[in-house]
């Protein structure tokens, strides 16, 4: 923006200011707001999805939504008025999963990636090209004797040719050094060295929770399936602890790269400890951390607590992380059929029936509800009886309860209308099912892919469908995520058409999905998830119309500000903008 544009747009919200002022001299202290924003296309997400053009925000709350000409009853001579220009706003969006490790990935990594980013593949050649640059610069090796380990992660081996992990493929770059790589999500895979060291040959039985994959003749292929053998894991030299300052550090400065995505809410799946738990809560107190979090919690974290928290509306605990099984790329998602792919093979539980029914019991009298990882139709089998016996031990209602289904991936045709008549939450990551789309048939084929990635179903039975990333397994950007459920497509715009398209989520459900749905299933809907008066007053302002324009754009857009309660918590700097 030129100097003269912007002189005249201080000139215009003064000369706006000023009339607003006079025009208003009668308000009450009451209704005097703190700020006021005129002139936007506001869509507030309300149960009918109407629009607005103005908003009154007072002590971090909305006060008034309506038009321009209601809300001057809300200004005074101390309210700042904000002139949109026209530009949209929308309810601050949540990450309904995450694991929050933002500055731990992107600001300080430890571990380097073989992607060039979250999102991307990396070639056979490019991790080769890594693990070369790594051996010659000693990024990612680890302390201890020469020849030392080198440990790496973000292996996807669906997108090569042929789409297998072979140990030989890192023994063309790596003779002599061990090499440990984790793939992009559950799952990883070693060098010949490695195996070797680990004494892992064709007669080492699988671990718990894990399993080796052998060739056709038996061989080792080193790739592993789930948990590695703990003969190899324990002789991988661990990293230094990181120090009280770099873990708050990395939380504080890296939950702002989710405030900047447009983020006011994140959903923590990493099964979050008593301790840190403690920690956060003092983060809060000394105004460090801005985002709100809704944390989902160890077991015995929520037993200690004895009942669910709220921190100043800021940091929430009411939930408690499970799984039942592992992920579906690395074939540990659980499923009531043997792999297509890998005959034989069902996949790896974790949780049963009985131990998740059990705590799924003992929470809810407490007051927590529980949400389960579960990828396969094996796992989310397992969960929904869990949950419905819990239902039926203390004769709550499915919608008090609000268990949840993360993930949510693969269902049966008996299962998808339990979902609803047990008020189970559906807790869904569009960009894993554009990125699932490279192998999800191959591991399932066609007759169980009708029931996979299924939100336009589950919507349609009235399951509350909450969106979210699992960052760091996929990029944080709330709009990439928006733009998947929309479009079904990656961010080339691939397959055409979208990939299985009738599952796709209209703009509205998207949005709805991706602020109510998070509010309902941390129990905040009264006071989360849209621009209504009395909630709080967390919203986002974006520069182009998410409702009209083309669906392709939709992850291109780059917020302008976003408030949380009231205060721009990040606004985008002005020479960045366009
Ligand atoms: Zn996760």
């Not at 201890?144 to 992990?165: K, Q």
């Not at 010949?192 to 061989?219: M, V």
């Not at 408690?320 to 790896?348: C, I, N, T």
């Not at 019991?361 to 869990?386: P, Q, W």
Request: net charge negative; hydrophobic share 40%; with cysteine.
């Amino acid at each position: 923006m030129n100097t003269m544009k912007r002189l005249s747009r201080i000139l215009s919200i003064f000369v706006l200011l000023m009339s607003f002022m006079l025009a208003s001299s009668a308000v009450s202290d009451a209704q005097e707001a703190d700020r006021v924003y005129v002139s936007g296309k506001i869509y507030t997400v309300d149960e009918e999805f109407s629009t607005a053009s103005a908003f009154a925000v007072k002590d971090g709350q909305f006060i008034y939504v309506g038009d321009d000409a209601g809300v001057k009853a809300y200004i005074g001579p101390l309210t700042f008025v904000f002139d949109l220009e026209g530009k949209t706003v929308i309810p601050g969006l949540h990450d309904a999963h995450v694991h929050i490790r933002y500055g731990e990935r992107i600001l300080y990594p430890r571990t380097p990636d073989i992607r060039a980013k979250i999102g991307d593949w990396a070639s056979v050649e490019r991790m080769q090209e890594v693990i070369k640059r790594c051996l010659a610069t000693g990024e990612g090796m680890r302390p201890g004797p020469e020849p030392r380990w080198l440990v790496l992660s973000g292996w996807m081996s669906d997108v090569w040719d042929p789409p297998e992990f072979r140990k030989e493929l890192i023994d063309a770059v790596a003779p002599d050094n061990s090499v440990f790589i984790s793939r992009y999500t559950h799952g990883s895979g070693a060098n010949s060295k490695a195996l070797e060291l680990a004494g892992i040959t064709r007669d080492t039985p699988d671990p718990p929770g894990g399993h080796i994959k052998k060739d056709k003749n038996g061989e080792p292929t080193g790739e592993f399936v789930e948990r590695a053998p703990r003969e190899l894991t324990r002789l991988v030299p661990s990293l230094p602890p990181m120090t009280d300052y770099e873990i708050s550090r990395n939380l504080v400065e890296g939950t702002q790269l989710a405030v900047a995505s447009g983020l006011t809410t994140i959903h923590g799946a990493s099964m979050t400890g008593y301790e840190e738990v403690q920690r956060r809560i003092k983060l809060y107190d000394v105004g460090l951390l801005r985002i709100r979090i809704n944390e989902m919690v160890r077991e015995d974290a929520a037993k200690k607590l004895g009942k669910p928290l709220n921190h100043d509306n800021k940091y929430f605990i009411r939930s408690v992380k499970a799984f039942a099984d592992g992920a579906l790329g690395s074939r540990g998602a659980l499923f009531l059929k043997e792999y297509s792919d890998y005959p034989g093979y069902y996949g790896e539980p974790r949780q049963n029936e009985d131990q998740i029914a059990k705590s799924a019991t003992e929470l809810l009298k407490i007051g927590f509800n529980m949400r389960i990882h579960c990828i396969g139709d094996g796992a989310n089998r397992v969960a929904i009886n869990a949950y419905e016996r819990a239902l039926e031990a203390t004769g709550t209602d499915g919608k008090k309860a609000r268990f949840a289904l993360e993930h949510c991936q693969v269902l049966t045709a008996e299962d998808v209308p339990r979902l609803a008549k047990l008020g189970i939450v559906a807790s869904m990551q569009p960009l894993h099912a554009i990125e699932d789309m490279h192998f999800a048939e191959a591991r399932m084929g066609p007759e169980r892919l009708k029931y996979a990635y299924i939100w336009r179903d589950l919507l349609d039975l009235g399951v509350v469908v909450a969106t979210g990333t699992d960052y760091s397994v996929s990029p944080y950007n709330p709009f990439y995520t928006l733009h998947a459920a929309v479009t079904r497509q990656d961010r080339d715009n691939n397959p055409p058409g979208g990939w299985i398209p009738e599952q796709a989520m209209t703009r509205e459900e998207a949005l709805r999905a991706a602020t109510m749905g998070g509010a309902y299933v941390m129990f905040a809907e009264d006071i989360l998830g849209s621009i209504e008066v009395g909630k709080l007053a967390d919203f986002v302002v974006i520069p182009v119309d998410y409702m009209t324009i083309p669906a392709e754009d939709i992850w291109k857009i780059e917020p302008e500000m976003t408030v949380i309660g009231g205060e721009a918590v990040y606004t985008r700097p002005v020479q960045a903008q366009k």
